[in-house]
């Protein structure tokens, strides 16, 4: 599986747009982006996954750049709430998703 | 409600007793798995199944079994605990074809210490 690389944390003020990157440069044409979010040490919880068109549910939007080796993940009004660690993997389609690897995350913190 | 159960949910053991940490999901997934969550290292993969019967290792397997003797259970084994076991564990569970395929649902978590 593709390895992702993410900045370990970052600060964003509570109203304003939250805009995680994600790094996955050796990603294959058969991988999805997941983004999980794990909210002190709960379980992680689903956000929204794409694999090459730009994505939106009630949650996020997730941007994918053409060339697939990068995405960013939007929290457009973020709340104190949305403060967690955020999580990016790879992971293709079918059964050969099956060996999964989660790095470390980026911790968002929103301020009041 | 569609979920993962783990239980215990905390647990504090001795060295070498023997312990079981069970995880069930009532969604019919086929691909369950185990990880295991340390301070600065991430969520790191224990074991995985794909189906009843159908189990591999992850990344971490050392000193863990799993069995899938059922779909819905997939329990995590520790035959002889040891203190470097101490930490927060999790269940998922995807299906793998159709809606929503892919997409990990987790349990709560199982914080275990050993002493």
């Known amino acids: 599986d593709a390895k992702t690389t993410q900045p370990t944390s970052m600060d964003c003020a509570e109203g304003r747009a939250a805009n995680l990157p994600c790094n996955h440069s050796?990603?294959?044409?058969?991988?999805?982006v997941y983004w999980y979010r794990q909210i002190h040490s709960q379980g992680p919880q689903y956000i929204i996954h794409?694999?090459?068109n730009n994505e939106t549910n009630e949650m996020a939007s997730l941007i994918i750049t053409e060339d697939r080796k990068s995405s960013t993940l939007i929290l457009p009004h973020a709340t104190l709430r949305d403060t967690a660690v955020y999580y990016c993997?790879?992971?293709?389609?079918?059964?050969?998703?099956?060996?999964?690897?989660f790095g470390e995350g980026t911790q968002l913190t929103v301020n009041p | 409600e569609a979920q993962v159960t783990q239980n215990p949910r905390y647990l504090i053991t001795v060295t070498g007793k023997k312990l079981t940490v069970t995880c069930s999901q009532n969604m019919n997934h086929e691909y369950m798995s185990w990880y295991r969550q340390d301070p600065g290292l991430g969520l790191r993969q224990i074991y995985y199944s794909m189906n009843v019967e159908v189990t591999d290792k992850g990344d971490v397997p050392e000193g863990y079994k799993v069995s899938r003797k059922e779909k819905r259970n997939f329990p995590l084994i520790l035959e002889s605990p040891s203190p470097n076991q101490t930490s927060l564990y999790f269940c998922?569970?995807?299906?793998?074809?159709?809606?929503?395929?892919?997409?990990?649902?987790f349990g709560a978590g199982s914080r275990l210490t050993v002493l």
């Open positions: 794409g694999l090459k």
């Open positions: 050796t990603i294959s044409g058969n991988e999805y």
């Open positions: 993997i790879v992971r293709p389609s079918g059964t050969s998703g099956s060996r999964l690897t």
């Open positions: 998922a569970s995807s299906l793998f074809k159709g809606a929503g395929a892919n997409v990990l649902t």
